[in-house]
């Protein structure tokens, strides 16, 4: 039996969550394939079959797909479920949407936010805000399973040479409807696929201070900016640059973490990074726990420092 990966992808390009969830099912066993579904999904298709290891790309074209409705979605994959034995999603909003619905349409139990491939049917997750794994195994014939992407290279996005099946789609249920978006536009790496990561929390005091001390570092390494969610719920950062359990999960190659004390919902979000910087005044800080180096230093010198020093 083959295993089908959901790509994520704006109808022109596929998303690099798709990447690492290609890894995931190569290690479920069969053949990858791959489900674009979209408007216009052309180029999207193409870049899909040029991922290293996907054996099949099939393509999907039509209206009502155009934005990854979770209804109209979850109806094309169910459609096509007879030749299937897993179906990954990555664990992403869009993921989470859609993955639920399949898993009941197809009457079987969904594995969520798994982080290691143990065996086909038996898988790794993290619970208790990541203090503790789970080994879960499933006894379905098919497996429904999200797949957090950090715990997972990523697929090499060109040397594939895939063939692409075109399928038609089914109807539109109707039941629900694209009334519109507001997409925040920034010249910075979108949080979730930076490779450096500065990040600050409640300790910073202000909207104006984060801006301040956090921009000028963050535009020297080119990197994302990320807040804790105590920095969020102070409105000193937007809701969308939140990393934690309740926020986003990142894995950057750096996360430099000032003014951040180091809450379980924090850790949880970012503690799988390749290497983390912390910056507090405070010796007991959980963060200095995870941390590969540790500032016992007060941010609002130690930072503009370190930003000169770049």
């Not at 197809?106 to 789970?134: C, H, M, W």
């Not at 006894?139 to 399928?167: M, P």
């Not at 990393?243 to 809450?263: D, E, F, H, N």
Request: aromatic residues 4%.
């Amino acid at each position: 039996m083959s295993v089908l990966v959901i790509a994520e992808h704006d109808n022109a390009s596929i998303k690099p969550a798709t990447l690492n969830t290609v890894t995931a099912a190569a290690q479920c066993g069969g053949d990858v394939h791959v489900l674009v579904a979209g408007k216009g999904a052309d180029a999207a298709a193409q870049a899909a079959a040029k991922i290293v290891g996907v054996a099949k790309v099939i393509h999907v074209d039509g209206e009502h797909f155009a934005h990854g409705l979770a209804e109209n979605m979850a109806a094309q994959i169910v459609s096509i479920a007879g030749g299937y034995s897993h179906f990954l999603f990555p664990a992403t909003a869009s993921g989470k949407n859609i993955a639920p619905r399949v898993a009941a349409m197809l009457d079987v139990g969904q594995i969520s936010d798994i982080t290691k491939v143990d065996a086909p049917d038996t898988f790794e997750r993290p619970i208790y805000a990541g203090n503790a794994i789970a080994t879960v195994q499933s006894l379905d014939a098919t497996k429904v399973i999200t797949v957090r992407t950090t715990g997972f290279d990523a697929a090499a996005a060109v040397g594939g040479s895939a063939a692409v099946e075109v399928l038609g789609g089914v109807d539109d249920n109707g039941k629900s409807l694209f009334m519109g978006s507001e997409i925040a536009k920034s010249d910075r790496p979108e949080l979730t696929a930076a490779k450096i990561i500065v990040s600050g929390g409640r300790a910073l005091g202000s909207s104006e201070k984060f801006n301040e001390l956090l921009t000028p570092l963050a535009d020297k390494l080119g990197a994302a900016l990320g807040a804790s969610r105590a920095a969020v719920d102070a409105g000193y950062a937007p809701n969308d640059w939140q990393v934690g359990q309740t926020g986003k999960i990142v894995a950057p190659q750096l996360y430099i973490a000032a003014g951040i004390s180091g809450a379980i919902q924090h850790l949880a979000g970012m503690k799988d990074s390749k290497v983390i910087v912390a910056i507090n005044k405070d010796a007991e800080a959980p963060i200095f726990s995870v941390a590969d180096y540790g500032l016992e230093a007060d941010l609002f010198t130690a930072v503009p420092e370190l930003t000169a020093a770049l």
